[in-house]
């Protein structure tokens, strides 16, 4: 809208080309700056906190119901799980390996074993800790 506007287009032209009434694109423009500024203060706090070395982001949430880890398909394979997140390993090469120890689940449950352990260890006070950025195996 800002751009369009910004290339001389007058109201009426620029609310039929966006599909939107006159009203709503002065109510638009006139919450623009608004808008705008909230956007760049996310994004600031974002970036800060990427720069930080002792960011902390959110764990993703598990449904209420969820059951716990160690009733997981992934769970025999454990140990490997572990040893390869600990070397940063994503889900999906953490799944190519168990599939070659005899795992028959999909890389997806391997994610989702993953939140799950991680989450039980944050419950329990084993995560996110300033210890995690000396010890990378206490992300599982």
Same mark, same amino acid.
């Given at each position: 809208? #800002?751009?369009?506007?910004?290339?001389?287009?007058?109201?009426?032209?620029?609310?039929?080309?966006?599909? #939107? !009434?006159?009203? !709503?694109?002065?109510?638009?423009?006139?919450?623009?700056?608004?808008? #705008?500024?909230?956007?760049?203060?996310?994004?600031?706090?974002?970036?800060?906190?990427?720069?930080?070395?002792?960011?902390?982001?959110?764990?993703?949430?598990?449904?209420?119901?969820?059951?716990?880890?160690?009733?997981? #398909?992934?769970?025999?394979?454990?140990?490997?799980?572990?040893?390869?997140?600990?070397?940063?390993?994503?889900?999906?090469?953490?799944?190519?390996?168990?599939?070659?120890?005899?795992?028959?689940?999909?890389?997806?449950?391997?994610?989702?074993?993953?939140?799950?352990?991680?989450?039980?260890?944050?419950?329990?006070?084993?995560?996110?800790?300033?210890?995690?950025?000396?010890?990378?195996?206490?992300?599982?």
């Amino acid at each position: 809208m #800002i751009e369009l506007a910004d290339s001389g287009l007058r109201t009426a032209s620029l609310a039929e080309r966006l599909g #939107i !009434t006159r009203a !709503t694109l002065r109510r638009y423009r006139k919450e623009a700056p608004a808008t #705008i500024a909230k956007v760049e203060t996310k994004l600031d706090a974002w970036t800060e906190a990427l720069d930080s070395p002792k960011a902390i982001r959110p764990l993703k949430t598990l449904a209420p119901g969820a059951r716990p880890a160690s009733a997981s #398909i992934v769970a025999p394979y454990h140990e490997t799980v572990r040893r390869l997140a600990a070397e940063a390993e994503g889900h999906q090469r953490i799944h190519v390996v168990i599939v070659k120890e005899g795992f028959s689940g999909s890389a997806n449950t391997v994610y989702q074993y993953l939140l799950k352990v991680r989450h039980e260890n944050a419950l329990a006070g084993n995560d996110r800790s300033e210890s995690q950025a000396s010890d990378p195996t206490k992300r599982l």
